[in-house]
C-alpha cells in the first residue's frame, strides 16, 4: 500500500469478526464520528461486508449503490472491509459534512 493510505496495514482476511471490522472502523473514522458511522453501517448492513440489497444490488458495509462505486479507493471493494470503509467516510463527509451529520439525515429519512 502507498504511504499515506488509510487502508495500509489491514491485511484482507477470509472472514472477520464484527468486533473486527469496528475497531478497523474506529481506526479509520476516528473516535469522534465513530459512534455516529456504526450507527449506519448498523443499519445498512449490520457489519456485514458481503451484504447485497436483492433487489437493488447495493453492496457492503454501507451499501455503496453500485457498489463498483468502491473501486475509486481499491480494486478489492467486494473483499476488503478497510477499502468500504474509506470509500464510506469520504461519501459521508463530501455528502453530507461528517458521518454524524450522514446519521443524523438517516434518522429521518431511513436512507442515506
Do not use: R
Amino acid at each position: 500500500a502507498a504511504a499515506g493510505d488509510p487502508t495500509a496495514g489491514f491485511a484482507v482476511q477470509s472472514s472477520y469478526t464484527v468486533a473486527q471490522l469496528k475497531a478497523m472502523a474506529a481506526e479509520i473514522v476516528g473516535s469522534g464520528q465513530f459512534q455516529c458511522f456504526s450507527n449506519i453501517v448498523d443499519h445498512e448492513s449490520t457489519w456485514n461486508y458481503l451484504a447485497v440489497n436483492p433487489s437493488s444490488g447495493a453492496y457492503g458495509l454501507v451499501q455503496a449503490l453500485p457498489g463498483s462505486k468502491m473501486a475509486t479507493v481499491a480494486a478489492d471493494w467486494q473483499t476488503n472491509p478497510a477499502t468500504q470503509i474509506k470509500w464510506g467516510l469520504n461519501y459521508m463527509n463530501t455528502t453530507y459534512g461528517s458521518p454524524c451529520q450522514a446519521w443524523a439525515f438517516w434518522q429521518v429519512h431511513h436512507a442515506y
